[in-house]
């Protein structure tokens, strides 16, 4: 289909005066066409056709809203080649890569579909009235969780299509009965625009109401900022930069009514090369961390950007093995030229620190916006805020700790993270209990003998962590876990069979788990 540039509120086109224009990393060009940028007239109709849908939308069974995700998925598979290949001019991705992320995509509306169908999100409980108690009687009690409201997803420029228009933020806003309003990040506009249209199909094939979905694009800050701030918009769904995450949060926080932002920002996620799985590999090792690094040009918020190592002639080997791996590893295109300038800078920084310590870069760059990887080290007790902070890309810094002392302390210096990798064998275990709170104190999620890059999209994930890695570490942005997000509990008691919710009436809840006067059942 032939991109117009268009802004998407609910089944709406609409074109503005004021405009930008895509950017092809690869080649430095721009490409067509201009995209309007929304103003104040557009957030204050997307957010009141929001508003307007909320109710009739929430209301809504479970079955239709699953068939809805599943539309939005079947749509997105049939704008075929198109999506992929405009995802490639606009982010310098891989086509093969971006096949895989169009399959996580559509994958998670499925997931939720099938979430939905189970009832379980619900969170039903149930507290039958006890009139003959003693010494007081208790009411009939009944609680289920309901929908926030309206909720604005703020695209991601590292995953244009899983973390973007329908990834999935908005795929669990949707499940929880949520209308969403996307800001488009402004890296993939008309990526944007084919998943939005696709979204926009579902929503008139299932009969919704249009306020459900809307996509407004822009390239300034002030339409992200007016979003969060209109009282209409209930919570908020980001993946960025810390500055940009916690200007948000300061938003939301500062109107007359607060609102949550569950914002996924900045990582570096620890790997912990534990003795004995050095002595056992150090040279696989070394290999099989570069291939992390430099994955997706290091692009992603599970990167290893920080490796921990007691010191010992293994650590000499696992240097020599990634230092050759990096060294043969060819530069790739970064998302932005924005993004590329901040990577440069970031290496730049740690490699004028004279406490660092240069290992290895990798090959030279053959192209315009190519990210050079990178491996530094620092001695444990040299080890300063400032080297940790998040360089994004395939830079990371090697802490060499002299005993294990230094590594526990090490570790307690670390910020919140959404990943810890322990590399383990079984003589390694002693040593990696006793780290264990730690490592629970300071991440979501804990790995062993693998590496964070890459996130299963399940029941059990959790990706999210304490600040900064995330907003609020008690989340999760993956996984059917992700939907509690955007719901809220709701308890009525005495309430007449004929004004409750119909999950809550009696003898409703057989095929549905719940929770019967403190007891779980699983609805079979």
């Known amino acids: 289909m032939p991109l117009t540039g268009q802004l998407f509120i609910g089944r709406e086109r609409v074109a503005t005066a004021q405009s930008f224009r895509a950017y092809n990393p690869t080649t430095a060009t721009h490409l067509e066409p201009a995209f309007s940028s929304a103003g104040a007239a557009e957030v204050e109709r997307a957010c009141q056709l929001a508003s307007e849908a909320f109710d009739q939308y929430r209301a809504l069974d479970s079955e239709t809203r699953a068939k809805f995700l599943e539309t939005i998925a ?43 169908r189970k009832g379980g999100w619900q969170g039903v409980r149930i507290d039958p009235a006890m009139p003959d108690r003693k010494p007081m009687p208790r009411a009939d009690l009944r609680q289920r969780k309901i929908p926030l409201g309206p909720v604005v997803v703020f695209g991601a420029s590292n995953f244009p299509l899983a973390f973007s228009v329908a990834g999935g933020d908005t795929a669990s806003a949707l499940a929880a009965g949520c209308p969403v309003i996307v800001k488009g990040h402004s890296a993939h506009p008309g990526t944007s625009e084919l998943v939005a249209s696709a979204i926009v199909e579902a929503v008139a094939q299932c009969g919704l109401h249009p306020g459900v979905f809307s996509l407004l694009n822009g390239d ?42 569950y914002a996924e920002m900045s990582s570096i996620n620890p790997v912990l ?18 291939a992390s690094l430099t994955m997706g040009a290091g692009q992603f918020c599970t990167n290893p950007g920080l490796v921990f190592a007691l010191e010992g002639p293994h650590v000499e080997t696992f240097i020599a093995s990634a230092s050759a791996a990096l060294g043969g590893s060819p530069p790739q295109v970064m998302l932005t030229a924005g993004i590329y300038d901040a990577y440069q800078k970031g290496v730049d920084r740690l490699a004028a620190n004279k406490s660092v310590k240069t290992i290895a870069r990798g090959a030279d760059a053959p192209g315009k916006n190519c990210g050079r990887g990178a491996l530094f080290s620092v001695n444990a007790k040299e080890l300063h805020p400032e080297i940790m902070e998040e360089v994004f890309g395939a830079s990371s810094v090697l802490v060499r700790c002299a005993n294990e002392s230094e590594l526990i302390d090490a570790l307690e210096k670390i910020e919140g993270q959404l990943t810890a990798t322990l590399h383990v064998t079984e003589e390694d275990y002693a040593l990696a209990a006793s780290i264990m709170p730690t490592l629970e104190r300071k991440v979501g999620r804990i790995l062993a003998n693998g590496w964070p890059t890459g996130v299963e999209v399940c029941h059990a994930m959790v990706h999210g962590g ?19 997000r955007f719901l809220r509990p709701v308890c009525y008691q005495d309430i007449p069979d004929a004004l409750l919710p119909h999950v809550l009436r009696r003898g409703n809840q057989s095929s549905l788990p719940h929770r019967l006067d403190g007891v779980y059942k699983t609805g079979a």
């Open 220 to 261: 300034k800050r002030d339409l992200g900022a007016g979003l969060v701030a209109d009282p209409r918009i209930k919570a908020v769904g980001f993946t960025g930069s810390r500055g940009g995450g916690t200007a948000l949060m300061k938003i939301a926080q500062s109107r007359p009514e607060p609102i949550p932002v």
């Open 466 to 484: 304490p600040y900064p890695s995330t907003s609020d570490g008690r989340t999760t942005s993956v996984g059917t876990l992700a939907i509690e």
């Open 74 to 116: 079947d749509r997105i598979m049939a704008l075929g080649d198109e999506l992929l290949e405009r995802g490639h001019a606009e982010s310098g991705l891989p086509v093969a890569r971006l096949t895989n992320e169009r399959g996580r995509t559509v994958g998670q509306l499925r997931l939720f579909a099938d979430e939905l």
């Open 273 to 290: 090369l534990m003795p004995g799985a050095l002595a056992a590999r150090a040279e696989a090792l070394g290999k099989e961390f570069v």
